[in-house]
């Protein structure tokens, strides 16, 4: 209660009363202080009461605080409250504004889609996830991501609960389109091959009988091979195809025995090498025939050469040997009489040889035989087995003379001497007792 007195000028004093309540300040109590990470979106300040009051403080708008607008550090947050009687009181919060922990990542990579999943590393700090297409529990799988860019993202939570990220992209490289050659066939003899024809260019061949590009059928052996083509592109990445090399064998060819013929023997057809159907050649053979007088005297080697199926050529070898003729001469003709004595032929050169015809046996000539003519002899001479010479002449066997004789004559013991006449023809001799 308030006394107001008052003393006028005449020394009279009056006074009056009035009250003044004091009233006590409102009970105002602040939330706990907090602590929020930096990209915290700005949110309504509450838990302070009773509420209805106001907050500020740095980062305070509205009611709400912006850590991004307070910044890093510890911000003291005032609550005023004024109640129904106008006593404003007043209590104050911290909020601590946590910086983002500085998360770097690795460098941007390239791998092939065939590489093996890797683990994910190199971003710092450690102890972050790494996501991301093809990620998984820290390990980057290229073909479950397939071919792309790809951006990996890591994350990293520090003790203060607040977290950060950074990127880095994988880029995942297709595997180079690979063409190998067609499958090939070769024979076992056949020259080192230089391996062609897979695209791109620039790769390398690999199997067995490959060596530097090359392939050596005879290294190789007889059978088909697998041949694989390897081609890296300028990013690394490998790719490769495969092709068949069959390597044949040569046909298994003989030929015939060695033979020997004469110079003079007709030209005659080769034969007896196997398989049928290849070709013979060499000094003397034409169209698979040899001609002894073309090749002439000597040892001629006959080459046979046979291709089979499979284009593959083998060859063998016999020998063909040519004799000389031996020069022959036969006797002169001559004549004989059909009464004439059976008689050994002789006069031929060179001697051996064998006479044949009309009336010869055994080397002999029998006129009574032959008959009467004239008789081609033959007489073949034989240098070898083959080589056979001949020549011929003539015999002529001559009939008796038809001879008459005059008749039967009688004459008297005293006639005289008698010249013998009158048989025919003339010019032969009588002969007789008394002649």
Do not use: R, W
């Amino acid at each position: 209660t308030i006394t107001y007195k008052y003393t006028d000028n005449k020394g009279c004093e009056n006074s009056c009363t009035f009250k003044i309540t004091v009233n006590g300040l409102p009970e105002v109590e602040c939330p706990s202080d907090q602590e929020i990470c930096m990209d915290v979106s700005p949110f309504a300040l509450t838990g302070a009461t009773p509420t209805g009051g106001v907050y500020s403080g740095k980062g305070v708008s509205e009611g709400n605080f912006n850590p991004s607008v307070a910044g890093v550090g510890v911000h003291t947050i005032t609550y005023k409250y004024t109640d129904s009687k106008g006593c404003e009181n007043s209590c104050t919060f911290k909020i601590t504004v946590n910086g983002l922990p500085e998360v770097n990542c690795p460098s941007d990579q390239e791998v092939c889609i065939d590489a093996s999943p890797f683990a994910l590393t190199g971003a710092n700090p450690t102890g972050g996830t790494y996501s991301g297409k093809g990620v998984s529990e820290g390990n980057f799988n290229p073909s479950v991501a397939g071919v792309g860019v790809h951006t990996i993202t890591y994350k990293y939570t520090d003790n203060k609960g607040c977290e950060n990220s950074c990127t880095f992209k994988i880029t995942v490289n297709g595997l180079p389109e690979v063409n190998c050659p067609s499958d090939q066939e070769v024979c076992i003899d056949a020259e080192t091959i230089t391996l062609s024809g897979a695209t791109p260019v620039g790769g390398t061949y690999s199997g067995k009988g490959v060596s530097e590009g090359n392939f050596n059928p005879s290294v190789a052996g007889v059978g088909v091979h697998t041949i694989t083509y390897k081609y890296t592109d300028n990013k690394g990445c490998e790719s490769s195809c495969t092709f068949k090399i069959t390597v044949n064998p040569l046909p298994e060819v003989t030929c015939p025995s060695d033979k020997t013929v004469c110079v003079d023997a007709t030209s005659f057809t080769l034969t007896g090498a196997t398989p049928a159907g290849g070709e013979y050649s060499g000094f003397g053979v034409m169209n698979g025939s040899f001609n002894p007088s073309v090749a002439g005297t000597g040892v001629h080697t006959i080459t046979y050469t046979y291709k089979d199926g499979n284009g593959c050529e083998s060859s063998c070898t016999f020998k063909i040997i040519v004799e000389e003729l031996v020069p022959v001469n036969c006797p002169t003709d001559h004549q004989v009489c059909i009464y004439d004595e059976e008689f050994e032929l002789g006069g031929a050169t060179p001697v051996g040889g064998e006479y044949s015809g009309t009336g010869v046996i055994n080397g002999k000539f029998n006129p009574g035989a032959a008959g009467v003519g004239t008789h081609e002899i033959k007489y073949v001479y034989a240098s070898s087995e083959n080589c056979k010479d001949s020549c011929t002449f003539k015999i002529t066997v001559n009939p008796l003379p038809e001879v008459s004789c005059p008749v039967d004559q009688e004459v008297c013991i005293d006639a005289e001497t008698i010249t013998l006449s009158g048989a025919t023809p003339v010019g032969g001799t009588y002969s007789g007792t008394g002649v």
